[in-house]
C-alpha cells in the first residue's frame, strides 16, 4: 500500500496521502530523522513471502532521501486469542503467529542489516507471565444479544482492544471488533519498549503511568519491556 501510494504521488504532484498534506518523500525530507521505522502490516506479519519486494523498494526509498537515519524494524504481535484468524485454519494459535512473524522480521532484519523493536516479543511473555492470564467473560451468543449501548465485559489480561458501537448509514448501530490494536496495556507496554530500545535506557526512569492503569500493574509492564530488550538477539547490528 505504502508503495502504491508513492508511486501514485509521483505521478500526481497533488496526490497527498498522509494526513492530505505530505507525501512519502515529503515526510523523509521534512526533519533530519535520526530514526525511520519499518514494519509489515500484521495481517501479513506472518507470512514472509509477503515482504517483498515492498519492503526492498521502500528501504531504498528511505535510504535515498534520509541517508542519515537509521532504519528501524518494529516486530508486531499477535492477535487477542478469540480472533477469527485462529478458527480459519491457517494459523493455529497465538504462538503460532508470534513465531511466524518473529521468523519473518528477523529473516528481512537480518538482509537488510536493520535493529528489531521487539514490541511482539514483549507482548508475548508479558501473556505468559502475567499474574492474571487472559480470559474471557462473555460467548458468541453473550455478543448477539447485545443491544446498544452495552458492552461485553472486558476480559482479564489483555493487551489488546475488544468491542465498541459504530453507527451505520442508517444510524443503526452495529457492534464491532478490534481484536488487533493494543489496548492500552498494551500500548504503554510498546511505549516501554521503544525508550528503552532506542534510548538506551532502563523502564525503571520512567515515572509516568496512564490513568486507569494500576501502578503494580504498570510496573509489570515496564519491567516486561526491560527484559524484552535485554533478552532478544539482535540479528543485524543497525546503520
Known amino acids: 500500500r505504502h508503495w502504491n501510494e508513492l508511486k501514485k504521488a509521483e505521478s500526481d504532484a497533488a496526490y497527498k496521502p498522509y494526513q492530505k498534506r505530505y507525501d512519502l518523500t515529503e515526510l523523509l525530507t521534512l526533519d533530519q530523522w535520526d530514526i525511520v521505522t519499518m514494519q509489515q502490516a500484521s495481517p501479513l506479519s506472518y507470512q514472509s513471502n509477503s515482504y517483498q519486494p515492498w519492503f526492498s523498494n521502500i528501504y531504498s526509498h528511505v535510504r535515498r532521501h534520509a541517508p542519515q537515519a537509521e532504519i528501524v524494524i518494529q516486530m508486531t504481535w499477535s492477535y487477542r486469542a ?42 508475548q511473555r508479558a501473556r505468559a507471565e502475567q ?12 455478543l448477539a444479544a447485545l443491544m446498544y ?25 452495529k457492534l464491532t471488533s478490534d481484536l488487533i490494536h493494543l489496548n492500552r496495556r498494551g500500548e504503554y507496554l510498546q511505549a516501554c519498549v521503544w525508550f528503552a530500545m ?42
Open 131 to 142: 499474574p492474571v492470564k487472559f480470559k474471557l467473560h462473555h460467548t458468541q451468543a453473550d
Open 82 to 123: 478469540d480472533h477469527s484468524l485462529f478458527t480459519k485454519g491457517d494459523v493455529k494459535d497465538q504462538n503460532d503467529m508470534f513465531e511466524r512473524l518473529s521468523n519473518a522480521y528477523s529473516e528481512v532484519a537480518r538482509e537488510y542489516n536493520c535493529r528489531i523493536i521487539p514490541t511482539g516479543l514483549a507482548v
Open 149 to 173: 449501548p452495552k458492552l461485553p465485559p472486558e476480559p482479564d489480561g489483555s493487551f489488546i482492544k475488544g468491542y465498541s458501537w459504530k453507527k451505520e448509514k442508517d444510524d443503526a448501530w
Open 198 to 239: 532506542l534510548f538506551g535506557k532502563r523502564t525503571s526512569e520512567i515515572s509516568f503511568v496512564p490513568s486507569g492503569l494500576a501502578e503494580d500493574d504498570a510496573q509489570f509492564l515496564r519491567e516486561s519491556a526491560q527484559c524484552a530488550v535485554d533478552n532478544f538477539k539482535q540479528v543485524a547490528s543497525g546503520k
